[in-house]
């Protein structure tokens, strides 16, 4: 009885010997138990490098991801994706060009009229733009009927402004008004309205039409001689240029 079981028992280990050692290698792994000294696979040193990366750091890289299909239901899906995703960086954002500085005026107080296209503020002699006027000094005429035409072109823009404040431009990107500049007078251009009266002389095709007009009714300078006693009364010829110096220039930017 004992030698039957015995014989028996041997068998049953024989045939496990030789089922383990028949059996396919993927059931032998599975049959196998995960032992206290298992160890859990180290992870690949490109999973590490890219877990340790921060975004600014892989833009740019090629980077292996699978591509999940977030397509709305009621949405036509994109183009299949096969290949590896790749990160691109985002376009710099355009500087803002600074604004071009725009023209503006500078509005002077008490100016002095030192001739018919010289206007003086604060030490500085700005000529009228456009025309070419007589100095202080100048004399029209010939021999024995020469007539200070300076002086009496000075006279008459000095009754036309009568102390108001004169407002000349400032072309943009300039620090101060220029020289030659164009000035005004309540918005009236002073170099068209000294040609308009005869009292200068166009320097350009800009008072073309103004200077024909003055030539032909024989106003100021265009006249056939010295201008009527009234008018030489009324320009003050015994003033001198510099009469006036005593008044203080006052000078303040209009927006």
Same mark, same amino acid.
């Given at each position: 009885?004992?030698?039957?079981?015995?014989?028996?028992?041997?068998?049953?280990?024989?045939?496990?010997?030789?089922?383990?050692?028949?059996?396919? $290698?993927?059931?032998?792994?599975?049959?196998? #138990?995960?032992? #206290?000294?298992? &160890?859990?696979?180290? #992870?690949?040193?490109?999973?590490?490098?890219?877990?340790?990366?921060?975004?600014?750091?892989?833009?740019?890289?090629?980077?292996?991801?699978?591509?999940?299909?977030?397509?709305?239901?009621?949405?036509?899906?994109?183009?299949?994706?096969?290949?590896?995703?790749?990160?691109?960086?985002?376009?710099?954002?355009?500087?803002?060009?600074?604004?071009?500085?725009?023209?503006?005026?500078?509005?002077?107080?008490?100016?002095?009229?030192?001739?018919?296209?010289?206007? %003086?503020? %604060?030490?500085?002699?700005?000529?009228?733009?456009?025309i070419v006027a007589p100095e202080?000094?100048?004399?029209?005429?010939?021999?024995?009927? &020469?007539?200070?035409?300076?002086?009496?072109?000075?006279?008459?823009?000095?009754?036309?402004? =009568?102390? %108001?404040?004169?407002?000349?431009?400032?072309?943009?990107?300039?620090?101060?008004?220029?020289?030659?500049?164009?000035?005004?007078?309540?918005?009236?251009?002073?170099?068209?309205?000294?040609v308009a009266q005869g009292w200068?002389?166009?320097?350009?095709? $800009?008072?073309?039409?103004?200077? &024909?007009?003055? =030539?032909?009714?024989?106003?100021?300078?265009?006249?056939?001689?010295? #201008?009527?006693?009234?008018?030489?009364?009324?320009?003050?010829?015994?003033?001198?240029?510099?009469?006036?110096?005593?008044?203080?220039? =006052?000078?303040?930017? &209009?927006?």
């Amino acid at each position: 009885m004992v030698r039957t079981v015995l014989l028996a028992i041997a068998g049953v280990a024989a045939f496990a010997v030789a089922y383990v050692a028949l059996a396919p $290698r993927e059931q032998r792994d599975l049959a196998t #138990p995960a032992g #206290p000294t298992a &160890t859990a696979p180290a #992870p690949a040193p490109a999973a590490q490098t890219a877990a340790a990366q921060t975004p600014a750091e892989i833009v740019g890289e090629i980077v292996s991801r699978s591509v999940r299909d977030v397509t709305p239901e009621d949405v036509t899906a994109g183009p299949l994706v096969n290949g590896p995703l790749t990160r691109v960086a985002a376009p710099a954002r355009p500087v803002d060009p600074a604004p071009s500085p725009a023209a503006r005026s500078q509005r002077l107080f008490n100016p002095i009229i030192a001739s018919a296209g010289v206007i %003086r503020a %604060r030490g500085r002699e700005i000529r009228l733009a456009g025309i070419v006027a007589p100095e202080f000094e100048a004399r029209c005429g010939e021999a024995a009927s &020469t007539w200070p035409c300076g002086r009496m072109a000075r006279a008459a823009l000095r009754r036309f402004v =009568r102390g %108001r404040a004169i407002e000349c431009a400032i072309p943009a990107g300039a620090a101060a008004i220029s020289d030659p500049a164009e000035c005004s007078v309540a918005g009236q251009d002073l170099a068209s309205w000294l040609v308009a009266q005869g009292w200068a002389k166009r320097d350009g095709d $800009r008072y073309a039409e103004l200077e &024909t007009t003055a =030539r032909e009714q024989k106003r100021g300078l265009w006249g056939d001689g010295r #201008p009527d006693a009234h008018a030489v009364t009324a320009a003050g010829l015994d003033s001198a240029p510099d009469s006036a110096l005593a008044i203080r220039p =006052r000078v303040s930017d &209009t927006p």
